[in-house]
């Protein structure tokens, strides 16, 4: 087990007074046998109700209504976990499900059908063309294996390019870019196993390492596959590698752009705000 201590800094400068509208905050991480929440500590100005609930994929969703005019919103997050997960491989799929192609069971489908179902329709044919490229379209390979060169393709083959837009680029501009941000390659692993017919969803959260250690980092996304056997889980294409005591899941979805960590808007002036983000992940002495 390792306790890791997060902090996370959203802080926005306005050149003049606005009137805040609602925002939504998903800060808080899921959650469950493999991690739990020792302490949580959220400071926010200016003046401010807050109601917390879960969404429809279960995540800690805040919203946040704001009581006074402002040229300056700042959200503090400071959440201490405990970590369980510390043999990410020791994992069992399935036997009907151990090679590729499989079916999942009838019993699942209306649950597993809407992770299926492309959310960039128009760039199947690119993603499709990409993948029978890899090899990843011909013959018979373990499940694990597919997934593996999958992850380690996007890995390998496209270079890592900070962004700082909101959003995601769509699979096909990343494959023609030929680069692409965490998100992007997120987004890029998920269209690529929807069309091989596996239940894929988007995460969002936090990434311990040593650029992290030091601070001035910033939210981390990876994808997560359904698995028979052992349930949903994560491959990181940024990194090349199965998630494990690494990685901080705080929000998942299966649109990739549904769970931006702050979103919100404004009334005022129409000039963009100063935007500061810090995101600090530290491990913590038992």
Not at 108 to 127: C, E, I, K, R, S
Request: net charge negative; hydrophobic share 40%; with cysteine.
């Amino acid at each position: 087990m390792k306790r890791l201590r997060i902090k996370h800094l959203t802080e926005y400068s306005f050149p003049a007074e606005v009137t805040l509208q609602q925002h939504y905050l998903l800060l808080r991480p899921r959650e469950g046998h493999d991690l739990r929440i020792e302490s949580s500590i959220l400071n926010i100005t200016p003046a401010y109700k807050i109601k917390w609930y879960r969404d429809v994929f279960d995540n800690s969703l805040a919203a946040v209504t704001f009581l006074q005019p402002t040229n300056k919103l700042t959200i503090a997050s400071e959440v201490v976990i405990q970590h369980y997960e510390e043999a990410p491989l020791d994992f069992l799929i399935e036997d009907y499900a151990v090679n590729y192609p499989f079916a999942y069971p009838e019993a699942d489908w209306a649950d597993l059908a809407a992770f299926q179902q492309p959310v960039f329709t128009n760039d199947q044919n690119t993603v499709n063309n990409w993948l029978v490229q890899l090899g990843l379209r011909n013959g018979s390979l373990t499940t694990f294996a597919l997934l593996t060169s999958l992850n380690q393709a996007i890995n390998r083959q496209f270079r890592y390019q900070i962004r700082e837009e909101a959003g995601v680029q769509t699979p096909a501009q990343t494959i023609n870019n030929g680069s692409g941000s965490c998100r992007d390659y997120a987004t890029l692993f998920i269209e690529a196993c929807r069309c091989l017919g596996l239940a894929s969803r988007f995460v969002s959260g936090y990434l311990h390492a040593p650029a992290t250690e030091a601070g001035n980092a910033t939210t981390h996304a990876w994808a997560e596959v359904y698995l028979p056997g052992t349930g949903w889980k994560g491959f990181d294409p940024t990194a090349g590698q199965v998630t494990g005591i690494h990685h901080i899941a705080v929000a998942v979805a299966r649109n990739p752009e549904a769970v931006p960590p702050v979103s919100g808007s404004f009334i005022g002036p129409a000039v963009m705000p100063k935007l500061i983000v810090d995101v600090q992940v530290n491990l913590l002495n038992h």
